[in-house]
């Protein structure tokens, strides 16, 4: 049953998992279980969203620097259809 509550993040082997854990898994520990990975799973995908608009406003920081500097910034320009 854990199989299906797997993680790209885990580095043990399932087995280890598995033995390294006493006694009996309820129900609502697999379910208490499934809802943290959940969250963390969400957290990471706010994490890669904050990253990628973080690395956009670098960017369009960079370019209205660049545009400011005489002989490079001529042909540059910053599109607003993000």
């Known amino acids: ?3 299906k509550y797997g993680s790209k993040r885990l580095r043990m082997k399932k087995e280890d998992v598995k033995a390294s854990i006493p ?3 309820g129900k ?3 379910i208490e279980l499934k809802m ?3 969250n963390v799973n ?3 995908e706010q994490v890669r969203q904050l990253n990628s608009e973080i690395a956009e406003l670098i960017n369009e920081i960079d370019v209205k620097r660049i545009s400011k500097v005489p002989g490079l910034g001529g ?3 910053i599109s ?3």
């Open 1 to 3: 049953m854990m199989e």
């Open 23 to 25: 006694g009996v898994l």
């Open 28 to 30: 609502a520990d697999m």
């Open 36 to 38: 943290c990975l959940d």
């Open 42 to 44: 969400r957290l990471e």
């Open 75 to 77: 042909g540059l320009s």
């Open 80 to 82: 607003s259809d993000s």
